[in-house]
């Protein structure tokens, strides 16, 4: 099994940064990609950001440009950070880590977008 936990959700104003962490325990010797999703309110979830052990990195159009994936191996972290906030962005953003045939989850964290 693999847990993770996602924080440094909150609320900011349009134009803003926020900076996501996903830290990652247990079974993560054979995780092969870790991953950002969010979810709007009445939306289906939709993928983001993905970084492999490798450290390939690919991104989904909407935020390609403005969100950067990254990950520090020797804290099992992986970090969102978000740049030029719009309120479109405003959802509960989820950590996906990839092992094996398994998918795991974080529980989410909040991210408000003001305009």
């Known amino acids: 099994q693999v847990q993770l936990v996602e924080s440094g959700g909150g609320l900011v104003q349009a134009g803003g940064s926020l900076r996501l962490s996903c830290a990652a325990s247990?079974?993560?010797?054979?995780?092969?990609?870790m991953g950002w999703y969010r979810q709007a309110p009445g939306k289906q979830r939709e993928f983001l950001a993905r970084?492999?052990?490798?450290?390939?990195?690919n991104y989904a159009d909407p935020v390609k440009g403005r969100f950067t994936i990254s990950r520090d191996n020797s804290k099992n972290t992986v970090y969102l950070q978000m740049n030029s906030l719009k309120p479109e962005d405003t959802a509960v953003y989820y950590c996906?880590?990839?092992?094996?045939?398994?998918?795991?989850w974080g529980q989410g964290t909040q991210v408000t977008v003001s305009s």
């Open positions: 996906n880590a990839l092992r094996g045939l398994g998918s795991y």
């Open positions: 970084i492999t052990t490798g450290g390939s990195t």
């Open positions: 247990g079974s993560i010797f054979s995780i092969t990609a």
